[in-house]
């Protein structure tokens, strides 16, 4: 990062490569702050008003969500053996924190309005399968809507946001995730902010996810809303799928930033619809995004001694790829090199002012793809390439590299200016 601004007492801009920029720095509170980025600023194109949220998820948020394997096939039991598992695994050191419950926990209301628990599913009830959670060192989530009725038609929290944020404060919930379903003449931005409002008022800091699947453009609201917005419909275990929201989320990369996340939806590794390569290009294209790394697959079968529990688990654990990821410049990768279109490079500015670099093989036969250091926004002759799949340094490079890259799959660098 080599260009600064102070732009507003206690914010500094530092301008980086690829046209992209971060704001460092404190304010008073939260909310929207009107101020003028300056018109020679790389990121100017944010306007003029800047969105300050609740200092939650400020990088994107790691953990687990029930929906992609179990559905409504959730319990108290699955829930300890998951929170248990995701530190057997390894995954807890590697930085996934969110232990998520989501549709199907909740039956009914009781006389007050209250939100009341399946007493079969989670007799203890939820207060304290929070506390086992976070006895592991491991945050509590939950799964609501913001209609009338949720997606599998139990109660949603439309007109009882202020008493659900309230309920979810005492039992120690951490994250909600907030459906979309059911909520016909509803208007999403004012009511994702009245759930907003809810949540910074029930006295315990709880990262908001909204998930009305882009139908309202919440890129352009959800800055100043949520912690991370949902882009694209749901994800399915296929290729095909990951690809199709790839196109769809990485168009809306300007608005993503720390505390405010582009969502493409939940991980599939390890569900089995599709092969390693595919997962691992699954895997590093979500991190290129700056995307939340929510697992949703099995994480009890990732302890076991096999091939595919082995598998899965270096993908999801890949120190390096997460370090992308999680990298605190807080800027979302995007499309820098599409001729031909089978054959593309993704990039993402880094803070230490490398540049991280996934080059994707959509085509059916293994090509090599030629990487331009310029398309990067490398201005030096010479780079130092690290792959970070195969945790090795490739050399110093001149303007360009070339390696091959499987079908269906990708080769993820570091590249280093030199000189």
Not at 354 to 369: D, E, F, G, K, Q
Request: with cysteine; aromatic share 8%.
């Amino acid at each position: 990062m080599k260009h600064r601004k102070r732009i507003l007492t206690g914010l500094t801009l530092f301008a980086g490569g690829l046209g992209t920029g971060v704001l460092v720095g404190a304010v008073p509170a939260p909310g929207r702050i009107a101020q003028p980025i300056p018109a020679d600023s790389t990121v100017s194109s944010i306007g003029s008003t800047l969105p300050v949220g609740n200092g939650l998820a400020l990088t994107p948020p790691m953990g687990w969500n029930s929906w992609n394997h179990f559905g409504c096939n959730v319990s108290s039991e699955l829930i300890r053996e998951t929170a248990d598992a995701m530190v057997a695994s390894g995954m807890k050191d590697a930085g996934y924190r969110y232990v998520v419950i989501d549709d199907c926990w909740q039956v009914a209301r009781d006389s007050s309005g209250r939100i009341v628990a399946d007493s079969t599913r989670f007799p203890e009830g939820m207060k304290a399968l929070a506390d086992y959670v976070h006895s592991k060192g491991l945050k509590f989530g939950l799964y609501t809507d913001a209609g009338r009725r949720t997606c599998q038609g139990r109660p949603g929290s439309y007109q009882h946001e202020g008493q659900d944020a309230r309920t979810y404060a005492q039992w120690g919930v951490d994250y909600v995730k907030v459906d979309w379903c059911n909520a016909q003449g509803l208007d999403a931005p004012t009511r994702y902010a009245v759930f907003r409002d809810a949540l910074e008022s029930s006295g315990r800091d709880i990262v908001f996810s909204i998930c009305e699947w882009g139908s309202n453009k919440p890129w352009k609201w959800g800055p100043e809303t949520g912690n991370l917005w949902r882009t694209t419909g749901d994800i399915s275990d296929r290729w095909e799928s990951v690809l199709s929201i790839l196109d769809r989320s990485s168009q809306y990369w300007a608005s993503a930033g720390p505390g405010a996340w582009n969502d493409p939806d939940m991980l599939e590794v390890g569900n089995g619809g599709m092969t390693n390569t595919e997962y691992q290009a699954h895997f590093s294209l979500w991190a290129i995004m700056a995307a939340p790394l929510m697992a949703g697959n099995d994480l009890r079968e990732m302890t076991a001694d096999k091939r595919r529990a082995r598998a899965t688990r270096a993908i999801l654990t890949n120190e390096e790829v997460i370090a992308v990821d999680q990298d605190s410049l807080g800027v979302q990768g995007r499309l820098v090199q599409n001729d031909p279109p089978e054959l593309q490079v993704w990039a993402k500015p880094l803070a230490d002012g490398s540049t991280a670099a996934v080059l994707l093989n959509r085509a059916s036969v293994p090509t090599p793809i030629a990487v331009s250091f310029r398309s990067l926004g490398i201005k030096t002759d010479s780079a130092s390439v690290r792959d970070l799949w195969a945790q090795e340094d490739e050399g110093t490079f001149g303007r360009r590299y070339s390696p091959m890259v499987p079908s269906h799959g990708v080769v993820m660098v570091k590249v280093t200016p030199k000189g």
